[in-house]
């Protein structure tokens, strides 16, 4: 298992709560994302170390994906390869309401295979489409 520690962020009104999972199983991990649920749980990080993790926001089967390998180096976000750059849907991330391109919209399916393939590589999966900068 690749990923070492779970950063997930609870909203309870106007106060954040940070919880921490240390090596966690992949049922552990499972959990992590089947807990958001873009309410009291919509971000949640998952890191093989301090500059290389999986950022999951959103929650109720629309979800925004990225992840970042070293500070400002490479940042992979998750895309659906059958929907547009050019319209957008709302993903509450972090607490808050955000617009998206809506091929960055992806259904829990498409997350579970990339999170599931990045807790045992720590890398993009190579079966599904990811845009890259950097």
């Known amino acids: 298992m690749k990923i070492k520690k779970i950063m997930e962020d609870e909203s309870q009104g106007n106060r954040s709560f940070a919880h921490e999972h240390l090596n966690p199983t992949q049922t ?7 807990r958001l649920d873009a309410k009291a749980f919509s971000s949640t990080m998952f890191f093989v170390d301090d ?17 970042a390998m070293g500070v400002d180096q490479k940042l992979f976000t998750l895309v659906a390869a059958d929907a547009s750059s050019d319209e957008v849907c709302d993903v509450v991330v972090g607490g808050q ?19 599931l393939y990045f807790s045992e590589h720590g890398t993009a999966a190579p079966g599904l489409m990811w845009e890259v900068e950097g």
Do not use: T, W
């Open 51 to 67: 500059e290389h993790f999986m950022s999951v926001g959103g929650g109720d089967n629309r979800y925004v994906v990225f992840i």
């Open 28 to 34: 552990g991990i499972l959990s992590a994302l089947d």
């Open 97 to 115: 309401s955000g617009s998206y391109p809506q091929n960055q919209c992806l259904d829990k399916e498409s997350v579970q295979k990339a999170l």
